[in-house]
């Protein structure tokens, strides 16, 4: 079966600090990936979505960056964080379907 | 485009009460629909989906959605609602474009009462 992992679950960051969260599936192969972030009492905004190895597209302009170096990861950057980065990470991988299955998120606080 | 509605941002029910969770879509044709469910802190858990044939559509947890094409809605119900129950539930419609991009509500948070 097809798990997702995302780390670290928690991360406090000062402004102006780099950032670097990693997201992993197991169990399948060349699968569709996106990261998504939730605001506090908002809805889910998508970042980025990645269809294969070294394909990314954005979705809204941001200091955010996103990466794919292998098949199942995909990773989220930034040079320097705002405070406005602030949020819960959601990173999720769709099937053939376009149905997608959620990681269990990595909670960000910029001070 | 695709968009999806949410209207109610809050609901309130009694434990043991049946629950309807509103959804309205934009969607040129037939749609891919899915309901999914976020206990607080966590990720977001696929409760059902819908792409074709029956229109009812039975999920886990004992809940289920009926799309509806003639009102563009998927509601999703419950007959009987348990406290465990209570977290954010989030109703999607896949994107147009062949990029398996999901358009999300944005959400209807679920209390319930003793």
């Known amino acids: 079966s097809q798990t997702i992992h995302q780390w670290p679950a928690t991360l406090v960051q000062p402004v102006g600090s780099p950032l670097s969260l990693e997201c992993t599936v197991e169990g399948t192969s060349n699968p569709n990936l996106y990261w998504y972030r939730q605001a506090a009492g908002r809805g889910l905004q998508l970042l980025f979505y990645?269809?294969?190895?070294?394909?990314i597209s954005s979705e809204v302009p941001q200091n955010l960056s996103a990466s794919r170096p292998q098949d199942r990861q995909f990773i989220l950057s930034s040079k320097k964080l705002l405070l406005s980065d602030s949020g819960f990470y959601l990173c999720?991988?769709?099937?053939?379907?376009?149905?997608?299955?959620f990681g269990p998120g990595t909670r960000l606080t910029v001070l | 485009a695709q968009s999806v509605t949410q209207p109610d941002i809050h609901i309130t029910v009694s434990e043991g009460a049946s629950l309807e969770l509103r959804c309205n879509y934009s969607y040129g044709a037939t749609p891919y629909l899915f309901w999914y469910v976020q206990s607080p802190g966590q990720g977001l858990q696929l409760l059902l989906k819908?792409?074709?044939?029956?229109?009812l559509v039975q999920g886990i947890k004992g809940f289920e959605a009926e799309f509806k094409r003639s009102q563009s809605s998927f509601n999703l119900r419950k007959p009987s609602v348990h406290w465990s129950d209570a977290a954010e539930y989030f109703c999607a419609v896949e994107d147009s474009g062949n990029t398996g991009k999901l358009i999300f509500g944005q959400g209807t948070t679920l209390q319930v009462k003793p």
């Open positions: 999720a991988w769709g099937d053939s379907t376009d149905t997608q299955y």
């Open positions: 819908y792409f074709s044939g029956d229109t």
């Open positions: 990645s269809v294969g190895i070294g394909q």
